[in-house]
């Protein structure tokens, strides 16, 4: 079948969401009526399928009387006899799928079914369909000897077996929004975008979610700016036009975003760290009439608190407040986390302690926020007290976070506390110390002469893969000095001349300069 019918065979120019199963032309005629040679078979398939039995007897009987499976034309005229009943319908084909002749079974074979658990709304079961349609379909064109369009070409055959199939099957347009929510799932993005171009090239618009969904993915695997250009392709507006008071002047299609729309580039251009779009779509955002849900405000909260500037986080705090809306934990951790970066830790006590009043309990990203902004004060005291409440409700601190923590013990406690919380974290497979801990550990018990505690921690960082410096031999020679072993230290200053030499040389080197 070539690309141009197929085309044609998608729905006329309608209104968006209320296509008729009469706007698709059927050009799969073929595959949907009888065989003579099959039509015992399958009718008494049916038959067996329909007549009321135990389900072990049914599925058994089926095995004894066709020992040699079904083949793909049978399968699909059974599917289309059968249609009024979804859950049968899709395990029959689950049945068929395992003793077919043909495996992997063609997409024309899954067109069927998926067409009927989509208008039964089982759409769980309509996308898993479509991923293992889509992982063995060929792309459309594969067997056609006219010039296909290169981008018609990146369509999955399954779509056109869908098109072929609609009427027939009496669907309805949630297939094709299933089709590609099912294409996003196993990471096909360009097919979804030219399925998206080509059924609203013919005024069919798939829902609103499953176009946030496909913006959604397009940001994040092609970028912000291909995903932006896309909301703006898909919800037709017009790029020269600089005024959104009237909104339908704007939008070609009766398509219109929602907030979901809106939030979901908010959020991509905050992780690509573009303050300024997040700016630009809040605008958009009231221009379009929309209102703003906890989301929307705790993405613009977030973008400016990642950019220093936590008044104005505050002062969108205030306005989602006074707008009657009730902060959630994600909001709470989004201004807790900018005051705890400014080190304004009284400012995010208090934002935690309003949480607990109003019946929310803090997350392992509260926490770290707290402790971060402890250990950034350099409150050694108050950093352990939220470290130890963290373990007691099963919360793991960052690495990073520890590894601080142990610095901040050498500077404003005790190396031995240092070194006893220290030994406490390695025990954890997971934890991954920095060499520059080992380091700062290792020269503090050795000026304390603590000797043995600090070879037991060269020996874990040679476990870890760190090799000794000049600055830790350097460390061992200088404590057996003070301990009045020379001869040790001659020793170890031997070893180091033998063994780091060109290291050596080159950081005395560096110091000298």
Known sequence: ??????????????????????AFSSSSSAAASSDPDNEDAVSTAVSLLTHHQPSKTR?????????????????????????????LAHRFFNFANRHSLASPLPPHCYAPV??????????????????????????????DHDEIPAKVAKIPKLFKELVETYTVCKSIPLVFDLLIEGLLDVNKLEPSIEIVRLL???????HVKTCNELISAASRHRGCDFGYDLYREIFGF??????????????????????HTINALMAAFLR?????????????????????????????????????????????????????????????????????????????????????????????ATYQHLLNGYCLRGDANSAFLVYKDMCVKGFNPSDSTLNTMVRLLCDKKSVLEAFDFFKTLMRNADFQATESNFRMLIKGLCSEGKMDEALQLQAQMVGK?????????????????????????????????????????????????
Request: hydrophobic share 35%; proline share 5%; net charge positive.
């Open 59 to 87: 599925w058994s009987s089926l095995r004894s009387l066709f020992p040699n499976g079904f083949t793909p034309p049978q399968i699909t005229q059974i599917l289309l006899k059968i249609w009024h009943k979804p859950q």
């Open 272 to 364: 690509d760290g573009s303050v300024d779009m997040v700016e630009e779509l809040w605008i958009e955002m009231a221009k379009l009439n929309l209102t703003p849900k906890i989301c929307s405000y705790s993405i613009l909260m977030a973008a400016y608190c990642r950019e220093g500037s936590v008044e104005k986080a505050q002062n969108v705090w205030e306005d989602l407040r006074e707008k009657g809306l009730r902060p959630d934990v994600g909001a709470y951790n989004i201004l807790i986390g900018g005051y705890c970066g400014m080190g304004e830790i009284e400012k995010a006590e208090e934002l935690y302690r309003e949480m607990g009043l109003n019946g929310l309990k803090g997350t392992g």
């Open 200 to 206: 609203m090239s013919r005024g069919f618009c798939p």
């Open 465 to 513: 893969g760190f090799k000794p410096d000049s600055h830790i031999y350097g460390a061992f020679i200088d404590g057996y000095i003070k301990l009045g072993k020379p001869d040790v230290a001659d020793r170890l200053r031997e070893e180091m001349m033998a063994t780091q030499t060109y290291f050596f040389t080159t950081s005395s080197m560096q110091e000298c300069s």
């Open 114 to 143: 998926i067409h009927i658990v989509a208008r039964a709304h089982l759409k769980t079961r309509a996308r898993t369909l479509i991923k293992e349609a889509v992982r063995t379909s060929e792309l459309v064109g594969s067997d």
């Open 238 to 259: 017009n790029h020269d036009a600089g005024d959104y008071k009237n909104v339908k002047g704007r939008v070609s299609h009766k398509l219109i975003p929602n907030v």
């Open 1 to 22: 079948m070539s690309t141009a019918i197929l085309i044609r065979a998608l729905p006329p120019r309608a209104t968006a969401g209320n296509v008729s199963a009469a």
